[in-house]
Each structure stands twice: as structure tokens, then as C-alpha cells.
């Protein structure tokens, strides 16, 4: 197996972000214990060493992802590098490779049961005639006052002031 990508600035930037985390926390102590110091420099000096050991799990979090997805793309690029059936001498050279035990990963439900959760409410279809009217007339009253405030903004285009 190869030898594992080096990512210096990757590296530098996690030292540099763990340590400015743990610097801040260290100043919001120092307000906190301070004359004006309050309650929330207190949450802020606990809560900046939470982020700087974040930003420590997240790369290697990174980097065993990364790992795997390396590992997973092994076994098909062997497989297609892999010598024929008659080569016999070739394959008994070579060691056999052989993908490094995993836990399964667990299956995670993707779709919501059926019933868990509640229907959603049905739109109300009204055929009543006299609510059709009215909604018609509130309709014809809305476009007249639209066009009304179009007008009186001077938006309305007029053929005798064309520019031409």
C-alpha cells in the first residue's frame, strides 16, 4: 500500500486553529477573572477548547475517511490489474493483498414509517356558487386598485409620450 499523503498546509492550518481556540479561551478566562468580567466570558473560556478539540476530531475524521475511500478503491483497481488464470507464476510472486476486517456499518433507516407521522390536512374544495362570485368580484376590485396605484405612479404606458 502506499505510503500516506502528507498535507502540510492542512497540518499547519489545524495546529494554527487549535492553538488560536486555546489562546482565546485563555484571554476570555483572563476577562472573565477580570473586575468587568461577566458570565459569558466564563461560557466563552470553556467553550473555546471544545472548538479547538473539534477542529483536531475533524481532521481525523478527515483523514479516516479518506482512508477508507482509498481502501474501498483498492480491491477494484486490483481487480482489473489482476493477471490471467494461466499466469501461475506471476500470482504466486506477488502477495496477496487482502482488505483489512471492518465493522459493518450499520444500516440506517432512510424513509419515515409509514403512520408515524400525521396526514396532512386536505385542501377544502368549495363549488358554492356565491363563493365564486365573491372571490370573482374581490378579484375584479384588487386589479382595479392595482392599476389604479399603477397610474398614479406614472408606471402606465402612454402612446402620446413615446420617446421617439
Known sequence: MSAPHRRPALIIF?????????????????RFESGSGTGQNLGYALQWPLFAGFVVWAYFRFVRLEQEAREDSAPEA????????????????????????????PVVAREIPAGLLPERPKSATNDDPQVAEYNKY??????????????DAGLRN???RSAG
Do not use: M, N
Request: hydrophobic share 50%.
Open 78 to 105: 486490483a481487480a482489473d490489474s489482476a493477471p490471467a488464470v494461466g499466469d501461475s507464476a506471476a500470482s504466486a510472486a506477488e502477495p496477496v493483498v487482502t482488505p483489512r476486517a471492518r465493522r459493518p456499518k
Open 138 to 151: 374581490l378579484a375584479e376590485l384588487h386589479a382595479g386598485d392595482l392599476d389604479q396605484q399603477i397610474t
Open 158 to 160: 402612454h402612446p402620446e
Open 14 to 30: 489545524v495546529i494554527v486553529a487549535f492553538v488560536a481556540c486555546l489562546g482565546l479561551g485563555w484571554w476570555q478566562w483572563g
